[in-house]
């Protein structure tokens, strides 16, 4: 099982004390960025990205922690912000919370126990957010996706269109460098095939490649990268040769029978995990309907 990476986390003090305090803190738990200011916090962000924490001081000179706060809303909206405070600055603290930039003020002095329970809940908070938002975008592409391989069946005047123009849908929506939807008979690989990118220098062919067999045996998709699967000798050279590091192959079945092969590459480390595979599955159920209305059409 991959060990989780540790959440990000930005704390910001103009005092070198509390700041080196805040990060003996959460170093653990954390991968913790510190700024001195919210000038320097800004600079961390904009290298580093989006972090799922910050902690800032509100009492800093040039920049109070509320207005460096609402300057990080709109790059960075699912972040959880804290505010520690050492008075009550009633109007700025309440202006920002609820206006959304803070998620909860801590009084100085802080109590340690306390506020690790706090940020492990705005932790546990964010990764949620990211969750649905992430759901929710799966199932935005996986809709679309379904809509163009209806769309193909409807429109494709020959195989041909048909699989081209589904290695493109298939190609675009899963960020693959190279997709070859190709046609089989008799349990072999045939000529007719749609490729993406459109290329007249097809840089890469289906006959020699190592899944591909697997998966027309087993009528099972066969998934191969650099780091997760246990490589043979012979998947290693194939590859390198091919500058390939992740390679998907998912046969495309109707009725029992293997109509055609969906392969989908990547020239970088690109992760699957258990519900992509699932929505590919679907999805090829459809592609196979397309597949085998476009073949009718022919005979």
């Known amino acids: 099982m991959q060990k989780k990476k540790k959440p990000k986390l930005l704390v910001v003090d103009d005092e070198p004390d509390n700041l080196d305090l805040l990060y003996r803190t959460f170093r653990r738990d954390f991968v913790v960025f510190k700024a001195e200011s919210g000038a320097e916090a800004l600079n961390i962000l904009t290298k580093e990205g989006e972090v799922s924490v910050i902690i800032s001081d509100q009492r800093m000179p040039e920049m109070k922690g509320t207005e460096f706060l609402s300057r990080t809303v709109s790059d960075f909206p699912d972040t959880v912000r804290i505010i520690l405070t050492g008075f009550t600055d009633v109007e700025d603290l309440v202006a920002a919370i609820n206006s959304g930039q803070v998620y909860k003020y801590i009084t100085k002095p802080w109590d340690p126990n306390e506020l690790k329970e706090v940020v492990k809940l705005a932790s546990d908070g964010y990764e949620q957010i990211k969750n649905r938002t992430e759901a929710l975008q799966q199932a935005q592409i996986q809709a679309e996706l379904m809509s163009k391989i209806v769309q193909v069946a409807l429109k494709s005047q020959s195989i041909k269109d048909c699989l081209d123009s589904l290695s493109m849908a298939f190609g675009e929506s899963f960020s693959a460098n190279i997709c070859i939807v190709e046609i089989l008979r008799n349990g072999a690989l045939t000529s007719t095939y749609g490729h993406y990118p459109k290329t007249d220098n097809i840089e890469y062919w289906l006959g020699d490649d190592?899944?591909?067999?697997?998966?027309?045996?087993?009528?099972?998709?066969?998934?191969?990268?650099?780091?997760?699967?246990?490589?043979?000798?012979?998947?290693?050279?194939?590859?390198?040769?091919?500058?390939?590091?992740?390679?998907?192959?998912?046969?495309?079945?109707?009725?029992?029978?293997?109509?055609?092969?969906?392969?989908?590459?990547?020239?970088?480390?690109?992760?699957?995990?258990?519900?992509?595979?699932?929505?590919?599955?679907?999805?090829?159920?459809?592609?196979?309907?397309?597949?085998?209305?476009?073949?009718?059409?022919?005979?």
């Not at 079945?253 to 992509?276: C, F, G, M, P, R």
């Not at 196979?288 to 009718?296: C, G, H, Q, V, Y």
């Open 210 to 299: 190592p899944l591909i067999q697997k998966a027309i045996l087993s009528g099972e998709s066969q998934f191969w990268d650099w780091e997760s699967t246990s490589p043979t000798l012979e998947e290693v050279s194939h590859y390198q040769k091919a500058e390939l590091k992740t390679h998907l192959v998912t046969p495309i079945l109707y009725k029992e029978k293997t109509l055609a092969v969906i392969s989908l590459q990547w020239k970088t480390l690109h992760k699957i995990d258990e519900q992509e595979m699932f929505r590919i599955h679907v999805i090829s159920q459809q592609v196979a309907l397309a597949i085998n209305s476009s073949l009718s059409d022919q005979i």
